[in-house]
């Protein structure tokens, strides 16, 4: 087979997670030279797995591989240290080899939460502590998990008083994992062997390359990380985000249903569920499981509030409205703005302007500087009729704090048409058209801006773009209204 062929091959098995046809790929080659880094990170893993750890160390020297791997060198060293057979006096031999990188070198941020899992691992409490903190300082959204890993070695070690410790706060799956050590039930999470530490350094590599476009390493690399460790949990609900990114969403289901009924994570997964479902057309399924998990644990938080997403796809926003209030009345916080502004969106598509409006208000009060909030109480004052140079301010100050936003740069354009400044209405939807140039309702509003202001060849190419992507008939009906009789106050843009 061709070596790019077969490397493509092998890329493709790793992303569907069909590690067997991966490794017999490897296996059956004879250009291994050619192998790509997920391919490379699969057969290290194999090794960690089977603990096989001559022939991992091996494979850091390979010259053929070292280019690739050699920046997981400190971590999996470090591992296989802890793993062998101690002479007294060399138990910390391991968990120097990370603590002792360089600043420099790849990596480098995971090495507090390596080296904690390290010294966890074999007994030493007190060193470990020092890094917890930094470790989760870090960790995104792999914190909770990372809690749940720290506080189950902790409790195995004879100190669940600091157990409690990082397990404190309202986040429902620390509470759960609170409950059951109460109750004298382990969590399941420690990391203890070099594989399952490979596991959750590549998850961590994983989710920090997930924030750039790229989507097929992110998810090789997170798939790997299931394959070190089929145990995790938190491996699967992250590759089926990654899946999620790839439009693999059957897949991605596949493996938030997987995760163990028992495991502290379940309601993670349970949740990533529901999400999806909303997300995928496909509200009614999210709303029966959203209405399921409430019957079962009522108090749950966000439970409420999960039923309310689901609504509101279905646009049966006063439900979704109300379902939103029920879930900040069970929580009862000071600081509650993210859950007023959904109620506010959905009192407004149900038609209640004055009760959204004075949500909005609220919300605002609590959070002066989120942009999203003065955008959609800028632009829905526009729509509403309401106080043109109010809702300018608000949309200028959004512009202002997320300049690169299509949408609040659009909002910022139509407040400046509304308000008779064709000049600066057009130069905003022109950037905002640039920034988003799939979007129909920019480029609705641009043409509208331009026919205005007299250029109506370049409007006519502007709604051109916009009914090539308009989303349903009205709005293809009223573009091409405008584009045989003009723009007439029948068939402006709302």
């Known amino acids: 087979m061709d070596a790019d062929v077969e490397a493509r091959a092998a890329t493709e098995a790793i992303a569907a997670g069909r590690f067997d046809l991966a490794l017999s790929i490897a296996r059956n080659s004879s250009q291994p030279e050619s192998f790509n880094l997920d391919l490379r990170l699969l057969l290290l893993a194999e090794a960690l797995r089977q603990e096989r750890y001559r022939e991992a160390l091996a494979m850091l020297e390979d010259d053929r591989a070292r280019v690739q791997i050699e920046f997981l060198s400190p971590f999996v060293r470090g591992w296989v240290e802890t793993a062998a057979d101690q002479r007294p006096g060399t138990e910390e031999r391991g968990p120097a080899l990370v603590t002792g990188m360089a600043e420099q070198r790849p990596l480098s941020r995971q090495k507090d939460e390596q080296a904690a899992f390290l010294y966890l691992a074999i007994g030493e409490v007190e060193p470990a502590l020092a890094l917890i903190d930094p470790a989760l300082s870090r960790a995104g959204p792999r914190e909770a998990r990372l809690r749940l890993a720290f506080a189950d070695r902790l409790t195995t070690l004879g100190r669940p008083d600091l157990a409690t410790v990082l397990l404190a706060g309202e986040d429902e799956i620390l509470v759960a994992a609170r409950r059951r050590l109460e109750e004298g039930d382990g969590l399941?999470?420690?990391?203890?062997?070099?594989?399952?530490?490979?596991?959750?350094?590549?998850?961590?590599?994983?989710?920090?390359?997930?924030?750039?476009?790229?989507?097929?390493?992110?998810?090789?690399?997170?798939?790997?990380?299931?394959?070190?460790?089929?145990?995790?949990?938190?491996?699967?609900?992250?590759?089926?985000?990654?899946?999620?990114?790839?439009?693999?969403?059957?897949?991605?289901?596949?493996?938030?249903?997987?995760?163990?009924?028992?495991?502290?994570?379940?309601?993670?997964?349970?949740?990533?569920?529901?999400?999806?479902?909303?997300?995928?057309?496909?509200?009614?399924?999210?709303?029966e499981m959203a209405r399921r998990a409430h019957r079962r644990s009522p108090d749950r938080p966000g439970s409420w509030a999960r039923m309310a997403d689901a609504l509101a796809a279905l646009e049966r926003h006063e439900e979704a409205a109300n379902a939103y209030a029920q879930e900040r009345v069970r929580l009862d916080r000071e600081n509650d703005w993210p859950l007023l502004f959904l109620e506010a969106v959905s009192r407004h598509k149900s038609g209640n302007w004055p009760h959204a409006e004075a949500l909005l208000n609220q919300a605002l009060g609590q959070a002066p500087d989120q942009a999203i909030l003065l955008n959609y109480l800028g632009y829905s004052m526009l729509e509403e009729g309401g106080d043109l140079p109010l809702a300018s301010a608000y949309i200028r100050k959004a512009s202002r704090l997320e300049p690169d936003s299509a949408a609040i740069t659009d909002s910022l354009g139509w407040a400046l048409y509304k308000l008779g400044d064709l000049d600066g209405a057009v130069a905003a939807l022109s950037?905002?058209?640039?920034?988003?140039?799939?979007?129909?309702?920019?480029?609705?509003?641009?043409?509208?801006?331009?026919?205005?202001?007299?250029?109506?060849?370049?409007?006519?190419?502007?709604?051109?773009?916009?009914?090539?992507?308009?989303?349903?008939?009205?709005?293809?009906?009223?573009i091409e209204d405008k584009m045989t009789y003009g723009l007439q106050p029948s068939n402006a843009a709302p």
Request: glycine letters at 4%; aromatic letters at 6%; zero cysteines.
């Open 188 to 287: 399941g999470q420690a990391i203890l062997t070099p594989a399952q530490g490979f596991s959750e350094l590549l998850l961590a590599v994983s989710v920090d390359l997930a924030e750039g476009r790229n989507t097929a390493l992110p998810l090789g690399i997170a798939q790997v990380a299931r394959f070190a460790d089929p145990d995790n949990d938190s491996a699967d609900i992250i590759t089926g985000a990654m899946l999620e990114r790839d439009s693999r969403k059957e897949r991605a289901l596949d493996l938030y249903r997987a995760v163990d009924r028992n495991s502290p994570l379940v309601l993670q997964a349970e949740d990533s569920i529901i999400q999806l479902l909303v997300t995928d057309d496909r509200a009614a399924e999210a709303l």
């Open 431 to 478: 950037r905002a058209a640039g920034q988003a140039p799939s979007d129909p309702e920019i480029h609705e509003h641009y043409g509208d801006a331009l026919y205005a202001a007299s250029r109506r060849i370049e409007a006519r190419f502007a709604w051109e773009v916009a009914r090539y992507y308009a989303p349903d008939a009205a709005m293809t009906t009223r």
